[in-house]
């Protein structure tokens, strides 16, 4: 990731914001609008391109013209690029994690610290698939991508200070940056406990209902544990309290995690009490 930031020049930046800002409206954004945009002519742009996808930062498309659309790769240098400029990361650390929808670093922050990069990639292998493409028409997987990040973000801002979630540091194209929590899955630790973190879990849940947003996939895997506390983690797919679909993702999270301390700690709790406390029902 690094070495291929290095390999970016000014023209290259250009290129990548032309091909961000225009990738809304166009699967492969034409060379001629890159051209506009950056004041460079199609040929040098054409150049550039081919040195680009050849790094693979961008995937290049001949139809009636030249057209270019970001790899996941490419999405995420472009975004580290613009986290790095306005000073949210400044050094980017290992891979703390690798999922099938997100590539996760730690990072340094001057401001912040130690943080946490992630780099959605929503729709990237999977995009063909038919459901999706009926779904989101010819939009290309970049903008799932981003619109998951962005969602992420904006559950976090909303929810920090509220409900005990990770500090939003920064959003930029893929990639959400929150300040690092030194605390483990709880899928990964034997808690002594199992009542008392259950319980904080669960008051969780009712902070975050309380203020407007159903999380859409808890489980064992997105809390994180530690002697302090928990943390609820991995929002892309947090809706509304308004959504239609709200009351049936909530009842999935409570019976996601009611089930995981059934089967670790035979520990046992009523859904509909649970659902009634969480609501604020009783
Ligand atoms: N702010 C954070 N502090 C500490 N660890 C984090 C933080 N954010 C993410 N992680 C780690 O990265 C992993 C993946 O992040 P997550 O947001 O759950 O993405 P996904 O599960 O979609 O890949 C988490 O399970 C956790 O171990
Ligand atoms: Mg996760």
Redesign the pocket.
């Given at each position: 990731m690094i070495e291929l930031y290095r390999g970016l020049d000014r023209k290259d930046e250009c290129i990548l914001n032309a091909i961000f800002d225009n990738m809304w409206d166009f699967e492969y954004v034409p060379v001629h609008a890159i051209a506009r945009e950056c004041g460079i002519s199609e040929e040098k742009i054409e150049l550039a391109l081919k040195k680009l996808g050849g790094m693979r930062i961008t995937e290049n498309k001949y139809t009636e013209y030249l057209g270019a659309s970001f790899t996941f790769k490419g999405l995420s240098v472009f975004s580290l690029k613009r986290l790095v400029n306005k000073n949210a990361v400044s050094m980017l650390g290992n891979i703390?994690?690798?999922?099938?929808?997100?590539?996760?670093y730690n990072a340094m922050s001057e401001r912040y610290g130690e943080?946490?990069v992630?780099f959605h990639r929503v729709g990237y292998p999977s995009f063909k698939k038919v459901k999706e493409k009926r779904d989101y028409g010819s939009l290309h997987y970049t903008v799932l991508t981003v619109r998951s990040a962005k969602r992420?973000y904006n559950a976090l801002k909303k929810l920090y200070g509220y409900a005990s979630v990770?500090q939003p540091v920064a959003w930029e194209g893929n990639a959400v940056v929150?300040?690092?929590?030194?605390?483990?899955?709880l899928f990964r630790v034997k808690i002594s406990n199992p009542g008392d973190v259950l319980d904080m879990i669960l008051e969780e849940i009712k902070k975050m209902y309380a203020r407007g947003i159903i999380h859409g996939d808890l489980s064992q895997?997105?809390i994180?544990v530690n002697s302090d506390g928990v943390?609820i983690?991995?929002?892309?797919q947090s809706v509304d309290t308004k959504d239609p679909m709200a009351q049936e993702y909530l009842e999935r999270d409570v019976k996601n995690v009611l089930d995981y301390f059934e089967r670790t700690y035979r520990l046992k709790k009523d859904l509909k009490e649970v659902m009634k406390y969480i609501k604020d029902e009783t």
């Open positions: 703390m994690g690798e999922g099938k929808e997100s590539v996760v943080v946490v992630k992420e990770p929150t300040r690092l929590i030194d605390a483990k899955e895997f997105n994180l943390w983690i991995d929002f892309p």
